[in-house]
């Protein structure tokens, strides 16, 4: 069966009409002749059966059709040309592996270490895509991915690689640091990462703390672990994070640890398998080093050059 798609050529010199809003700019964009971008657009409008532009004493502008469709074929041409340039960049006399991941632990826990990885697989490229936490994707298109266990990733094969603990931190000069420590926190301004809102709950109630605030869920909100972080480095109040993501502030006094409980994170992480990739060496070389990482962790081995 056929398929209705125009020229790429065509598809462009369309594009770069629409941007330059004339076909005499387009033209001079492309290093073409007036009359040669005329022409793929009359056959582009002929294979569609619409008009897509129209010519009048104002120049050359979009009919309501030809504004559909450059929407929706702008960010199609910008796609192929992304994925052209990846199928460019890849090594030819080596393994690629696409590792999306969780952003913090991809920041804070993975890329510290990753050299030791590389270091024995010299000839693989890898490259760190952020896997959303919170976003349902039918066929994720990463090879390997270290997300919350209880992400969706249909047939992809999943195991358990570590845990996570949380920690409260505050800025070392904090105003509120004397009263944590108590255990007093019924006026602290707890910072709030928008996806766990319940999280304070919890670890208050793990930690036993007699002297929460009336509502464990005020306060400022972030979408992100490093939004948090950098909230906390500005003492707009205390955060509740994952003990590996401030481990390099608390090495250096840049932040301490405004209560001594350790708690438990409500999620821990897995290590998440493409299909396509499963029994592949260089995936089972990852996975190992992974593992070997976590045990490392447990015993208080640190990173080369990490804190």
């Not at 005499?24 to 657009?41: D, N, P, R």
């Not at 270091?119 to 760190?128: D, F, I, K, W, Y």
Request: with cysteine.
């Amino acid at each position: 069966m056929p398929r209705h798609l125009p020229s790429t050529r065509a598809l462009l010199v369309f594009d770069a009409v629409a941007r330059c809003h004339g076909v005499g700019k387009a033209a001079e964009e492309l290093c073409l002749t007036h009359s040669a971008v005329s022409q793929q657009l009359r056959l582009l409008e002929l294979q569609l059966g619409v008009r897509l532009v129209q010519r009048g004493a104002r120049g050359t502008l979009l009919t309501e059709a030809g504004r559909r469709y450059h929407a929706q074929v702008a960010g199609d041409l910008l796609r192929l040309e992304n994925h052209t340039l990846e199928a460019m960049a890849q090594r030819p006399d080596g393994e690629r592996l696409l590792v999306g991941a969780v952003p913090m632990l991809a920041e804070r826990w993975l890329l510290p270490r990753l050299p030791g990885f590389l270091a024995e697989q010299p000839a693989c490229s890898v490259h760190l895509q952020v896997f959303p936490t919170h976003v349902y994707m039918d066929e994720p298109h990463f090879d390997v991915a270290l997300q919350y266990d209880d992400a969706s990733w249909p047939g992809a094969a999943v195991r358990p690689l570590r845990a996570e603990r949380v920690v409260v931190v505050c800025a070392s000069g904090s105003r509120w640091r004397a009263a944590v420590a108590q255990g007093d926190f019924r006026d602290v301004p707890l910072l709030q990462l928008s996806s766990r809102l319940g999280a304070w709950q919890a670890w208050f109630a793990q930690a036993g703390i007699a002297r929460p605030p009336a509502n464990a869920m005020v306060g400022h909100r972030f979408d992100l672990f490093s939004m948090v972080l950098e909230a906390v480095r500005a003492d707009l109040g205390i955060g509740l994070m994952p003990r590996y993501g401030v481990a390099r502030e608390l090495a250096s006094a840049e932040l301490c640890l405004a209560h001594p409980f350790e708690g438990d994170g409500p999620r821990g992480y897995s290590l998440f398998v493409a299909p396509h990739r499963a029994g592949d060496a260089t995936v089972q070389a990852f996975g190992a080093w992974l593992d070997a990482q976590v045990a490392e962790e447990s015993q208080g081995i640190l990173p080369p050059g990490g804190r």
